[in-house]
């Protein structure tokens, strides 16, 4: 089992320019959530969805948006990249919601 | 609104020495809580929950409602136990809230 995957690993982008990052689990998980790590900031949660069609705001919401339209799939779309967005992104997923959350390798992403 | 406090965002102790990695928690109902640990290079996965009451890797975890806290500790830190350690907290709705996370450094 691959677990959690992430695609891509890095990216820059330039401001104003849009991509999506999918997040793929193969568990089975009902619950899959999109972090952000920022230093000093810790992990902040930015979307979730605890099943498939179905998502929610988190702690940072604005500027992303989200899908599940494939239980085993996630994805976090930025559509207009603003530098403050810079970050390294992390998915995870659980199989109820006080499960232990098994996180993806993340992807960091640059705005310039 | 909840609320994950990790005061310390260093902790270096020596090997062989105690630590303490310490956690508040904000929240008006019953929380639930996690210690997630991420070694270098590896990704971050969960080290202990408070429901468990398990010891992992030499660490254990209390949940003292009274304190709001939730702190982590280990009689003898190993240089193996060097890494990030974040608290969170499943609370309403079910989001879960990390803390700003805590490194910890053993010095051999």
């Known amino acids: 089992n691959a677990g959690v995957t992430q695609t891509p690993k890095f990216r820059v982008l330039k401001t104003g320019q849009s991509m999506t990052l999918l997040c793929a689990q193969d568990m089975n998980h009902e619950y899959m959530y999109w972090y952000r790590q920022d230093p000093g900031m810790g992990l902040r949660l930015i979307h979730y969805?605890?099943?498939?069609?179905?998502?929610a705001k988190g702690e940072v919401p604005d500027g992303y948006n989200v899908s599940r339209l494939k239980k085993q799939n996630f994805l976090l779309g930025l559509e207009s990249a603003a530098p403050s967005q810079t970050s390294v992104y992390f998915c995870?997923?659980?199989?109820?919601?006080?499960?232990?959350?098994?996180f993806g390798p993340g992807t960091r992403l640059t705005v310039l | 609104a909840q609320r994950v406090t990790q005061p310390e965002k260093l902790l270096s102790v020596f090997k062989g020495a105690p630590v303490e990695l310490k956690c508040n928690y904000s929240y008006s109902g019953s929380p639930e809580l996690f210690w997630y640990v991420q070694y270098s290079r590896q990704r971050l996965q969960l080290l202990l929950r408070h429901i468990s009451r398990e010891s992992i890797k030499g660490f254990t975890a209390d949940l003292n409602k009274g304190e709001t806290s939730f702190h982590l500790k280990k009689p003898f830190a190993q240089e193996e136990d060097s890494a990030m350690y974040y608290c969170?907290?499943?609370?309403?709705?079910?989001?879960?809230?990390f803390g700003t996370g805590t490194k910890l450094q053993v010095i051999p």
């Open positions: 969170a907290l499943l609370g309403g709705y079910q989001k879960v809230t």
């Open positions: 969805s605890v099943g498939e069609g179905t998502t």
């Open positions: 995870a997923s659980s199989a109820s919601v006080s499960g232990e959350q098994f």
